[in-house]
């Protein structure tokens, strides 16, 4: 779907649209993250409430280096997954992602979506690994990235902190992008 727009469906039949986020789409994802509790902006790393930043974001968006892949309801922003990428060094192959979802959209196979569409993007755009860091407590991101190809690969013992000032236990997630590819089509022979 490279730079396309791609409509689907929850599992209880919401009519859900996926697209890269463009710049017009900057209030909207402000309201999405001003919806979000402390405890889903853990997951990332700017201060979304500052309407500067999100500002920011919208005005510089570089494809190159981020790709934010936003899923709408009804016209208003309920997910938003990137895939992050490096242009030079040992790592100009990997791409990185995240995934957040409104808690109200949860557990109806939304990050599924979401994961398998940067997995296909990921593909076009000749990328060899996808990589996620999870906690390990996090059953429906596990779970999310097992249905788009993705296998664990590590545990890095207390490596986060959450709200709370605990220390969280991260998985390494990869995608092999070029065999799951691969195992797909044979499967269709
Ligand atoms: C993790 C997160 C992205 C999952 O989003 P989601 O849209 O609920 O994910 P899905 O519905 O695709 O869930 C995948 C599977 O896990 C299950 N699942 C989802 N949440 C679950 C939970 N809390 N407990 C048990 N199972 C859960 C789903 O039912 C689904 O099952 P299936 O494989 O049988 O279809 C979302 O909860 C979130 O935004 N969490 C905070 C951010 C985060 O943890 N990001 C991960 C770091 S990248």
Redesign the pocket.
């Known amino acids: 779907m490279m730079f396309g727009s791609k409509e689907s469906k929850l599992k209880d039949g919401t009519p859900v649209t996926l697209r890269p986020m463009v710049k017009e789409d900057e209030e909207s994802l402000y309201r999405f993250f001003l919806s979000l509790s402390d405890e889903?902006l853990m997951?990332i790393r700017h201060n979304v409430r500052d309407r500067k930043v999100v500002r920011e974001w919208s005005q510089n968006l570089d494809y190159e280096r981020v790709l934010p892949l936003v899923a709408l309801v009804d016209g208003e922003i309920v997910a938003d997954a990137t895939l992050h990428r490096v242009p030079h060094g040992w790592k100009r192959h990997i791409g990185r992602?995240?995934?957040?979802?409104s808690p109200r959209?949860?557990?109806?196979?939304?990050?599924?979506l979401m994961l398998n569409e940067l997995v296909e993007l990921g593909h076009e755009l000749g990328l060899e690994k996808l990589w996620?860091?999870?906690?390990l407590d996090?059953?429906?991101?596990i779970?999310?990235c097992r249905?788009a190809g993705f296998a664990c690969k590590a545990v890095i013992e207390e490596l986060v902190k959450n709200a709370q000032n605990q220390n969280l236990d991260i998985l390494i997630m990869v995608c092999d992008i070029a065999s799951y590819f691969d195992r797909r089509w044979s499967q269709k022979t």
Not at 97 to 101: K, M, P
């Open positions: 889903l997951f992602i995240r995934v957040v979802v959209y949860q557990n109806q196979g939304m990050a599924t996620a860091e999870i906690p996090s059953v429906g991101a779970r999310a249905n």
